[in-house]
């Protein structure tokens, strides 16, 4: 008992709130400096990870609940917000396990990108990683580093990258989004959509496919195929658990065999058995002719396993869903918005496409405008609020040094959201 009496001052400081670092005396300087560890000394005000400034770090949870009081994981982007304009243009968050530093300045986001190496570390996806585990599957695109990545990511880039192979795929893009108009008018009652983001969603998965093995899925007809609503409703199911293991022990949702480790694994089942299925009907029917094949060329080609293309086509399939449809829809929010805009991009697609002719990939490369509202609606409404790089060396981060092994979110969307510098409030979802 006396022991535990004696441990009674150290648990009541073990509960107190950490503190938030040095910024509340000295704030973030403006000038933008990265440099590596060595050359740390010609920034002699350079101060330690825990100097930097943050939310309140409670023992075990760090800030989690207080992000889930502002409104939780799909909230994140205004909370991100706030704190950038409260903490500055670097500040540091613990959310449960997860503990991350988050940059929001253009130029120190430049500077980082200058100085990272042939192959960038990203954050490492537990979750993801602690499934293909379980089941013994390869590791994609999304979840590899160092040279495996860059193995594989060069068996699609010729396909996927390169312009004159991309240019290729305008007669089945156009074909899809031909039956997406379709659909919207079908769809539409008194020039209203009940979910566009939806049949978005359905636009995009119909696109990829048809892309990666040649097939149509009917999506955008009125009969819907119950086999591809399954993969949608998986990959929704996937991004909507993994969070929540990202900033909580997930071998202890694995061991534990909790509810969100279960819905997460059976949505991953899903997703990879669709693929694998679709990926070796394609295989098979192109087996005695694999040239000109787009999954036929990169297994042959790049000589991946047979695991190592089921991954990397399945992350593709699921991008092709997701970050597709979101950034589409962002693209028509914004220029709804903007009716100026619209009218310019109607006026130039007028001017380049004769009238009765369907647009081609020749007629985009003389769409300037096009392209530019393209480019600034992804650059003022990103499709993930950050994205991520884990430090491979020790560096001088503007007045911080920060240690190798650091995470460190790039605030994308604080960068170049345009009320970041006014009072004005950010729109909400559309």
């Keep these: 008992m006396r022991a535990h009496i004696q441990k009674g001052p150290q648990i009541l400081e073990l509960?107190?709130?950490?503190?938030?670092?040095?910024?509340?005396?000295?704030?973030?300087?403006?000038?933008?400096?990265?440099?590596?560890?060595?050359a740390a000394g010609s920034a002699p005000c350079a101060h330690s990870l825990d100097s930097i400034p943050g939310p309140t770090n409670w023992p075990l949870f760090g800030s989690l609940f207080e992000l889930l009081r502002k409104g939780g994981l799909k909230r994140q982007h205004e909370a991100l917000i706030n704190y950038h304009k409260k903490f500055g243009k670097i500040f540091q968050m613990k959310l449960g396990s997860f503990e991350s530093v988050h940059i929001g300045a253009p130029c120190l986001l430049e500077a980082l990108y200058r100085k990272e190496g042939n192959y960038p570390q990203r954050l490492e996806i537990k979750p993801w990683k602690a499934y293909r585990d379980m089941r013994d599957e390869a590791y994609g695109l999304l979840i590899l580093e160092g040279k495996d990545w860059q193995r594989v990511r060069s068996a699609f880039q010729q396909k996927l990258m390169?312009?004159?192979?991309?240019?290729?795929?305008?007669?089945?893009?156009?074909?899809?989004?031909?039956?997406?108009?379709?659909?919207?008018g079908r769809a539409q009652v008194n020039g209203?959509?009940?979910?566009?983001?939806?049949?978005?969603?359905?636009?995009?998965?119909?696109?990829?496919?048809?892309?990666l093995y040649d097939k149509r899925f009917g999506l955008l007809q009125d009969n819907i195929s119950q086999e591809a609503m399954d993969f949608i409703t998986s990959v929704k199911t996937m991004?909507?658990?993994?969070?929540?293991?990202?900033?909580?022990?997930?071998?202890?949702h694995k061991t534990f065999n909790t509810t969100t480790w279960q819905d997460h694994t059976?949505?991953?089942?899903?997703?990879?058995?669709?693929?694998?299925?679709?990926?070796?009907?394609?295989?098979?029917?192109?087996?005695?002719?694999?040239?000109?094949?787009?999954?036929?060329?990169?297994?042959?080609?790049?000589?991946?396993?047979?695991?190592?293309?089921?991954?990397?086509?399945?992350?593709l399939q699921v991008g092709g869903v997701e970050t597709t449809a979101n950034s589409m829809l962002w693209v028509i929010f914004n220029l709804s918005r903007n009716p100026c805009s619209q009218a310019k991009l109607l006026k130039e697609i007028q001017d380049v496409v004769p009238a009765g002719e369907t647009p081609s990939a020749e007629h985009i490369k003389n769409m300037p405008y096009l392209k530019a509202c393209l480019k600034e609606s992804m650059r003022v409404s990103p499709s993930v609020p950050f994205t991520s790089r884990t430090l491979d060396k020790d560096t001088v981060l503007g007045d911080y040094t920060l240690s190798k092994g650091v995470s460190i979110s790039l605030l994308d969307l604080l960068t170049t959201a345009p009320y970041m510098n006014s009072d004005s409030k950010p729109s909400e979802q559309p």
């Excluded at 107190?16 to 060595?38: A, E, F, I, N, R």
């Design 15 to 38: 509960l107190k709130k950490k503190s938030v670092g040095l910024q509340h005396c000295k704030p973030t300087s403006s000038v933008c400096v990265l440099d590596s560890k060595d």
């Design 162 to 184: 390169k312009p004159t192979e991309v240019m290729k795929l305008d007669g089945k893009i156009n074909e899809v989004s031909a039956d997406l108009i379709k659909r919207i």
């Design 192 to 211: 209203k959509i009940d979910d566009l983001y939806f049949e978005l969603n359905k636009w995009s998965f119909e696109t990829i496919c048809y892309v």
């Design 239 to 252: 991004m909507s658990t993994f969070g929540l293991m990202m900033v909580t022990p997930v071998e202890l």
């Design 266 to 315: 059976a949505a991953w089942d899903r997703i990879f058995s669709t693929a694998k299925l679709y990926i070796d009907k394609n295989l098979k029917r192109h087996s005695n002719d694999n040239t000109g094949n787009f999954l036929c060329d990169i297994y042959h080609q790049s000589h991946l396993t047979k695991k190592e293309l089921y991954a990397a086509t399945t992350e």
